[in-house]
């Protein structure tokens, strides 16, 4: 079974091969350093997911999981046809993980999957791939940690949770990969009837990243899909989502927040696609990016198409600098200016991080934002 | 030593001259009030002694505790005793005012040569000074000043003194948009901090003020320079007057 969609994946990659800028979803991002890397890269020698135990989860590796399930769920949402990066992941990944929260069940510890890379010298590029089966009436937690040291690698992940009716699932994915990595992630969601799902894409690392966001709603459903990228140096981080209201009576809200630094570069491009039955949707899509640097650049962009005429959907932009009464107002209570600085970009990023349930996750993430900061500035 | 020396100081703001010569010596513990029509320069006087770099001082000097305080960045004067109550202060939604007054308190405390205040002790002294300032302890939790009426804004800057304990504090119109009772409780909260160790400059435009806080010297701004100086009854003879005679004396 998985042989036969690899090889649809190989045979998809080979005829469409990597976007270039002219592509419309990629028109910001080049991929040309990673297409280079992907032509001479290894395998690298252990599989990159480590898979952890959780009392009440099923969790295997995807080549010991139950075959029915594989079969009815292993690469039918992430799009191979549609997608490069999801056909390079489905045509060569290694191994995957498999993880079954089953019927009714309320999973309090939170699914921490780490995800580490390396290479040293030689580039390395490795394809994790999660299949995520929440059955319905079911609660989890899924943290998804991708870290990373050497030389320049690639990471691409591709991660499909599938939630049934009534679930409750909050994910993480928080990418804090090595200085010279690229990384490009799709987090494929389809959800059932009034579940409410949570994603949190938390970017720190990595010099060319692009993250995608879809999810595919029905009736009744809540989604929310909030983000944190903080671009420093030649970073290059882009986050693209996508929300298809395919049912009525659902609802979206995204909040993406962004923070950059020298000659980084981010791109927001947000799509909502409310179809003709989504009637009585709700969609809430809000970008706010804090630009610390005359030479950052951000490029946002909503992509709304609205097919049904009963529906509220709502969009918004910001791009601005930190207020100099705050941080003078700051200063003369004798914060210095570095301190203050770093006061009022943690404020700017506050009601992402306060949206972090998991309280060591939420310290570590205050963590990475302070330490990352700090490093900008010496 | 006095602690204050300010000398023929002149400053502009967006190239127009605000300040046209101030001469002013403020001595340890003393309370003295600036007054003056609106545009005379009293808010810039207290901007450029806070170090705001929207103002240019253009000429002159000026000596805190004999050190040159314009050479001094905002967060050094702070840390050297100078704390200004803003006529508006700033909302800073994401930053908690409690946070917010800890890394204040400790960035003046390691300037002092002190160790951080632990938890403990530290909100022990922000509960007493709550007290004094009648204010409600939730507000400690909420940002910095964000959805804060008027009054509460101007408490919590006189709570924040009350924190600090500054050395020189500079009340910028503190009474602007204060009703009687509120009016009532930040001058007593202000009062309450008087004390041999600590000066103040008490920026206002009306008298009324100065009936709960009543200064040792009363100066007289107009046009960007002192034109008059005096005891607390001056204030007194501004109220009947008003400041027309005060402007007629300059252009005289």
């Not at chain 1, 009440?56 to 080549?63: D, Q, R, T, Y």
């Not at chain 1, 791009?319 to 209570?333: C, K, M, N, T, V």
């Not at chain 2, 001469?23 to 005379?40: C, F, Y």
């Amino acid at each position: 079974m998985i042989d036969q969609i690899r090889e649809e994946a190989r045979q998809r990659f080979r005829e469409i091969g990597f976007p270039t800028t002219h592509d419309e979803d990629w028109r910001f991002t080049s991929v040309t350093p990673i297409s280079r890397l992907v032509a001479q890269a290894l395998s690298p020698a252990a599989p990159a997911l480590l898979p952890a135990q959780v009392r009440g989860v099923e969790i295997s590796k995807l080549s010991d999981a139950p075959p029915d399930l594989i079969e009815a769920h292993l690469a039918r949402y992430a799009s191979y046809q549609a997608n490069a990066f999801v056909a390079l992941n489905t045509a060569n990944f290694q191994d995957g993980l498999f993880i079954r929260i089953p019927k009714g069940a309320v999973i309090e510890e939170p699914i921490e999957l780490a995800i580490p890379s390396s290479a040293n010298g030689h580039p390395t590029a490795s394809h994790p791939r999660i299949l995520i089966v929440a059955e319905p009436d079911s609660q989890a937690t899924i943290i998804e940690t991708y870290t990373g040291h050497g030389s320049a690698y690639f990471t691409n992940p591709v991660t499909e949770i599938v939630a049934g009716d009534h679930a409750v699932i909050d994910h993480y994915k928080l990418q804090t990969e090595g200085a010279h990595a690229f990384h490009v992630s799709t987090l494929q969601i389809q959800l059932g009837r009034d579940t409410n799902f949570r994603s949190h894409a938390l970017s720190f690392g990595g010099a060319l990243v692009r993250n995608d966001v879809n999810a595919v709603l029905s009736q009744g459903c809540e989604c929310t899909l909030n983000g944190l990228y903080l671009a420093a140096g030649d970073q290059h981080i882009d986050n693209h989502t996508s929300i298809d209201h395919a049912k009525p009576h659902a609802a979206s809200h995204e909040l993406y927040k962004g923070i950059l630094e020298g000659h980084s570069r981010a791109v927001f491009n947000g799509k909502i696609l409310v179809r003709k039955d989504a009637q009585k949707t709700d969609a809430k899509q809000t970008n706010k990016n804090l630009v610390l640097s005359e030479d950052a650049v951000i490029d946002t962009k909503p992509e709304l198409q609205i097919l049904a005429d009963d529906v509220r959907c709502t969009h918004g932009a910001t791009i601005g600098q930190l207020d100099p009464e705050a941080l003078f107002y700051l200063q003369s209570r004798g914060i210095g200016l570095a301190d203050a600085r770093n006061l009022l970009i943690l404020a700017f990023a506050r009601d992402i991080v306060d949206r972090i349930k998991v309280a060591p996750l939420r310290e570590q993430l205050e963590r990475i934002l302070l330490e990352k900061l700090h490093a900008v500035r010496n | 030593m006095s602690l204050l020396e300010i000398k023929n100081l002149h400053a502009n703001v967006a190239g127009r001259e605000i300040l046209k010569g101030i001469d002013l010596v403020i001595g340890a513990g003393e309370v003295h009030a600036i007054m003056g029509p609106n545009g005379s320069g009293k808010s810039t006087l207290a901007q450029v002694l806070s170090g705001r770099d929207l103002y240019q001082v253009t000429g002159g000097e000026v000596l805190y505790d004999g050190k040159d305080l314009l050479e001094m960045s905002p967060e050094d004067r702070a840390r050297e005793g100078i704390f200004m109550a803003f006529q508006y202060p700033v909302e800073i939604p994401g930053v908690s005012n409690l946070y917010f007054l800890k890394a204040a308190l400790n960035a003046i405390r390691k300037h002092q040569g002190l160790a951080d205040l632990d938890a403990m002790d530290f909100l022990a002294l922000v509960k007493e000074r709550m007290a004094l300032m009648e204010m409600d302890q939730s507000l400690l939790n909420r940002a910095v000043n964000t959805g804060f009426s008027g009054g509460e804004k101007k408490r919590n800057e006189i709570f924040q003194m009350a924190v600090l304990q500054p050395k020189l504090a500079i009340l910028d119109e503190t009474d602007s948009g204060l009703d009687i009772d509120a009016l009532k409780t930040v001058a007593a909260g202000v009062n309450a901090l008087r004390g041999p160790e600590r000066a103040m400059i008490v920026v206002t435009h009306y008298q009324r003020l100065l009936n709960y806080i009543v200064p040792d010297y009363v100066h007289v701004l107009a046009e960007g320079r002192i034109v008059k100086s005096g005891g607390k009854e001056l204030a007194l003879e501004l109220e009947e007057s008003g400041y027309v005679g005060i402007e007629g004396l300059v252009s005289a």
